[in-house]
């Protein structure tokens, strides 16, 4: 069961109810646990999003990331605007290939038209593996 805030916009709560957080998400098997504006939390196994020599592909960590930096700037943005992602970057600290990765995202700025979050990936025993930085636009439908 996802931890949801209590004032989010209904249409985005469909969306995220009805899509399982997106189509990537789902095929990635990411889980989310908590979301909010400032703090999101999901999990992502390192099964089936590995690369050809077994570590979990750099790219896995940058769509966890991503997926915690777009809705958490979605649900800041509020009903009837959106979020764009225009930045984003990754930096890689260890490998792993195998377990659950959880990513933790915190927000650094939260404003009217630009919001960034950083989102610490990190293994089953709280090393860090990834640091992702991503700045969303947020713009009126």
Excluded: W
């Excluded at 649900?75 to 979020?83: D, L, P, Q």
């Excluded at 992602?85 to 927000?107: F, K, P, Q």
């Amino acid at each position: 069961m996802t931890l949801l805030p209590p004032d989010l916009d209904p249409e985005l709560y469909e969306r995220l109810v009805s899509t399982g957080g997106g189509a990537l998400c789902q095929k990635m098997g990411i889980e989310f646990l908590e979301l909010s504006a400032e703090r999101s939390v999901a999990t992502m196994p390192v099964a089936g999003n590995t690369q050809v020599i077994g570590l979990l592909h750099g790219g896995a960590h940058v769509v966890l990331g991503e997926s915690l930096g777009s809705i958490s700037s979605a649900i800041h943005a509020g009903a009837g605007r959106y979020a764009v992602g225009i930045e984003i970057n990754a930096t890689h600290n260890r490998s792993i290939t195998e377990g659950l990765v959880t990513a933790t995202c915190t927000a650094l700025v939260l404003g009217r038209t630009l919001c960034t979050h950083e989102i610490v990936m990190t293994d089953d025993q709280g090393r860090r593996l990834s640091t992702v930085r991503m700045t969303n636009m947020l713009r009126d439908r």
